[in-house]
């Protein structure tokens, strides 16, 4: 193989971005190992399409405030773009890149007929009325209206987006085209074309995992502990299915705080507590049936299995030594840095990366998109049929992967899904 090209060619705009530069060293490594050509790798690490748009919203208080928005298309190659639109105020066009480049490798190990995307705003949802809100939504539609469509690109909530903001994108799109486009966005409400357990799908798709590792490992759900980071939609769906296989949760943390009960959370009154008219924040703190602890504890507590479901970077260099876990499963995308990757492969824990471990989400949004496009719609047990299917399929192939090559689970992700898109870049060719 030629040399590689450098992490970041001249004049790539993501390059100050240290998930992005993250996302690239994955990448290069995988080359590395795979003898990947070097010049399918520098396509591989430059997105294909992407556009910074402003966001102007009027303010209930008449105030005028203008946000930035984000849309990286990381691969056409494959089929059409597919990915999550998130609101947060540390959202940056280097951070969407690199989600973008990982959702390709998502798709491509779950055999769909999707490429990487993925969108943002650089706003804090907690800080805007509902109003607010679908004003921000609707004019972000319209501003990347020239990029999107159900054969080009079908965004998806993520992070601080949810059904209707989904919604109010479906409504947009359509006043636009001037007929009903369902397709033209997954995670929206059943009562529009979504998908039922579409929500819940990221959740399942983890603990079917999960349920995986233990039976290779030879651990029994029913004696296994969780602690999980995060009770968004992620987080909080992987508590209710593990508590479902009789594994118990004795810690769980949000942006806000970690609380942690030894003899295990009750997840239901959980619910409850965030759900409660007062708590505004809808956060685990304050939490009755539990202690408060250090965020800096919630990682390193004793468990069987450990779940970082909320952002990325959070296992670092700095506490990977002291995780106490037996599996790693990576609710989150890109919940560890290289760097602790290389601390974590001299332990015994067993890592299910994030590129597997949460494409659940994906795959049902997959099954959504091609339910509206036929106009035919599936009951919940065919869906989370389809979805136990397709992840225990993946996880498998992956698991052979890691075998047969001597890998490391992440590698040998990284290595199926970069290999499925390289050949399809090669086969379709070069253009002109």
């Known amino acids: 193989m030629s040399a590689l090209p450098p992490p970041v060619s001249p004049g790539n705009p993501f390059g100050n971005s240290v998930t992005y530069l993250m996302a690239c060293q994955q990448l290069r490594a995988v080359a590395r190992a795979i003898d ?20 102007p919203v009027r303010r209930d208080s008449g105030r005028t405030d203008v946000f930035i928005g984000y849309r990286v298309q990381h691969s056409l190659t494959s089929g059409t773009s597919k990915g999550g639109l998130r609101y ?23 055999n769909l007929p999707f490429g990487g995307a993925k969108g943002g705003i650089a706003v804090d949802p907690a800080e805007l009325s509902r109003n607010e809100k679908e004003r ?70 983890v603990t079917y995992c999960i349920q995986e590792a233990f039976d290779e490992l030879g651990i029994r759900a029913e ?60 956060t685990v703190v304050g939490f009755a049936g539990a202690e408060a602890i250090p ?14 479901a909320a952002m990325e970077r959070v296992i670092t260099p700095d506490n990977a030594a002291k995780l106490k876990c037996r599996v ?23 890592v299910i990366p994030d590129v597997l471990c949460n494409a659940g989400g994906v795959t049902v949004s997959y099954f959504e998109w091609v339910q509206d496009l036929a106009q035919f719609m599936w009951d919940e047990d065919e869906v989370n049929s389809q979805l136990k299917k397709l992840m225990l399929g993946a996880f498998r192939r992956v698991r052979a992967e890691a075998k047969a090559r001597k890998f490391g689970m992440r590698s040998a992700a990284l290595s199926l899904g970069v290999q499925k898109v390289a050949r399809e870049k090669e086969m379709r060719g070069l253009y002109p």
């Not at 965020?295 to 970082?308: F, K, Q, W």
């Not at 609710?331 to 001299?346: C, L, S, V, W």
Request: aromatic share 4%; with cysteine; charged share 20%.
């Open 223 to 282: 004696t296994a502990t969780a602690v999980v980071q995060g009770f968004g939609n992620v987080g909080s769906v992987t508590c209710d299915e593990l508590t479902k296989l009789g594994t118990k949760i004795v810690a769980i943390g949000d942006r806000y705080g970690s609380v942690r009960n030894p003899n295990g959370i009750d997840v239901a009154a959980l619910h409850a507590h965030v759900r409660a008219p007062g708590n505004d924040r809808k």
């Open 88 to 110: 947060s105020k540390h959202v940056d066009l280097g951070e969407v890149a690199a989600l973008a480049m990982w959702m390709s490798w998502k798709c491509a190990i779950m």
């Open 136 to 205: 921000l939504t609707r004019r972000f539609t319209d501003e990347i209206q020239n990029i999107i469509g159900p054969r080009i690109d079908v965004m998806a909530p993520d992070m601080g987006t949810d059904e209707q903001t989904m919604a109010w994108i479906y409504d947009t799109y359509s006043m636009k085209v001037g007929y009903a486009c369902p397709e033209i966005v997954t995670g929206k409400p059943v009562e529009l074309g979504g998908c039922v357990g579409r929500r819940e799908a990221t959740g399942r798709g």
């Open 295 to 308: 965020d800096s504890e919630l990682l390193t507590t004793p468990c069987t299995v450990l779940v970082p």
């Open 36 to 55: 990947l050509d070097a010049g399918v790798a520098e396509r591989l690490m430059t997105p294909k399409r992407s556009q910074v748009v402003s966001v």
């Open 328 to 350: 790693l499963a990576e609710g989150a995308n890109g919940p560890t840095t290289p760097e602790a990757d290389d601390i974590i492969a001299r332990s015994d824990i067993f």
